[in-house]
């Protein structure tokens, strides 16, 4: 215990250091003391160190999964300041109730039993959420993804992500007792429907990566893959022709240079930025990352690289390349059915969701608007992805369940 509580400590401090350095940087660029700035920043500092102490003391599983949490949200947080400082003090707000989210996810998840039993719950509980969100929700750049209550907005599809995952997961572990498949492939394309209608496609691009996922893994007929692969093809060739917004982005992928004064102007921006930087980066506080617009959502990976340089941009993608084999090292070393699904489809969720957003800057694949996990300014996002989590960190952890079991998978040395 002592070993590892050593080797667990010595990171910790690391990132405690790299946030101090930060700070005391982002000092060095204000030509008037910044009380909020300070006192954020601290706050900031505190909660990472507290919380991974706590987390030691009270988990079992994989620390680790926290210390790459924390090494990316600080990246996160330390651009959002240079970009904007009130957008830095609320995104440390934000970190504190998603760490408050974190450990309540856990002891919840952990406590409550028969996780595996409530399909039907998980099914209603998304078709209640997005039916709220046709009926309620307001329109953000295209989007209707948004609900706004008492002047706070959420998006309702960062927590249906986690109830589908739970819903594959169920009908996975149930797969006898719910014997017809087709009624099961339909609950599945009626979220991806109704995402569709929302015009939320980026969105719906990652529910299909991560059904396929579990699919591949869990479905014994080989068939429904090759039959899921064609019928999500369809409406993909379809949307392009029918919707003026997939014909706008595919357009602006192909050739983003042809229309740099317009729609291509975000994209086109994106990669100069990614160029400016070079290896080293500019240095904090010495780009222009805001000429690209949004730069502190969808576009934070160029700013980072920008400043930070090529380098910066490569450990974010080696920090979410090591979060992933971490979760599916979780998943291969967790003998209870349910929670090995729970961990893939997390595990896929937040390694496709990066992925989405790091292709589409970097012109790699057609843009879409979804949120780096953990880096991007956000409520909604950033309370989900520490949810999804607090669930990874129990399913990390040894389960005395005796229902649902599977021999455990042994790695090969």
């Known amino acids: 215990m002592l070993k590892k509580f050593i080797s667990y400590k010595a990171p910790q401090n690391l990132i405690v250091l790299i946030n101090s ?129 008492a002047g706070y907005s959420f998006q309702p599809a960062e927590l249906i992500k986690l109830l589908f995952v739970f819903f594959l997961a169920s009908y996975y572990t149930n797969e006898k007792k719910l014997k017809n498949p087709y009624v099961f492939f339909g609950i599945v394309y009626a979220h991806i429907g109704f995402l569709f209608i929302q015009r939320d496609l980026g969105t719906a691009m990652l529910f299909f990566l991560i059904f396929m996922t579990i699919l591949y893994i869990y479905e014994e007929h080989r068939k429904f893959i090759l039959y899921n692969l064609g019928a999500a093809s369809v409406p993909g060739i379809m949307s392009y022709f029918f919707i003026n917004h997939v014909r706008v982005r595919v357009e602006t992928w192909i050739d983003p240079w042809r229309f740099i004064d317009s729609k291509g102007y975000q994209i086109t921006q994106s990669l100069f930025a990614i160029a400016s930087g070079g290896f080293f980066g500019t240095g904090i506080g010495l780009g222009h990352p805001e000429f690209i617009p949004e730069v502190h959502n969808d576009f934070i990976f160029s700013a980072i690289c920008e400043e930070m340089g090529i380098f910066g941009g490569m450990a974010v993608i080696m920090l979410f390349l090591i979060l992933v084999y971490r979760g599916f090292k979780i998943a291969l070393n967790q003998h209870h059915r349910f929670f090995r699904i729970v961990a893939i489809g997390i595990t896929a969720m937040l390694g496709f969701q990066a992925f989405i957003i790091l292709g589409g800057v970097t012109k790699l694949i057609p843009l879409t608007g979804i949120t780096l996990p953990f880096v991007s300014y956000g409520g909604s996002s950033l309370v989900s992805s520490f949810a999804a989590l607090g669930i990874l960190q129990v399913a ?8 649902n079991h599977e021999p455990r998978i042994q790695e090969d040395c």
């Not at 204000?30 to 954020?40: A, G, K």
């Not at 995104?91 to 408050?100: A, T, Y």
């Not at 990390?396 to 229902?403: D, I, T, V, W, Y």
């Open 21 to 149: 350095l930060a700070l005391l940087l982002l000092f060095s660029f204000r030509e008037n003391f910044d009380r909020n700035m300070l006192i954020s920043g601290l706050l900031f500092i505190c909660i990472i160190y507290i919380s991974n102490w706590v987390l030691l003391k009270w988990s079992t599983g994989d620390h680790y999964l926290f210390l790459i949490m924390s090494m990316l949200i600080s990246i996160g947080v330390i651009m959002i300041y240079r970009i904007n400082p009130m957008y830095g003090a609320k995104q440390v707000i934000w970190f504190g109730i998603g760490i408050i989210i974190f450990f309540l996810t856990y002891f919840v998840t952990k406590k409550v039993q028969g996780w595996e039993k409530w399909t039907i719950a998980y099914a209603s509980g998304a078709l209640i959420l997005f039916l709220s969100t046709l009926l309620f929700g307001i329109k953000v750049k295209g989007a209707t993804n948004w609900i706004r209550v």
């Open 396 to 403: 990390s952890e040894e389960l005395e369940q005796e229902e």
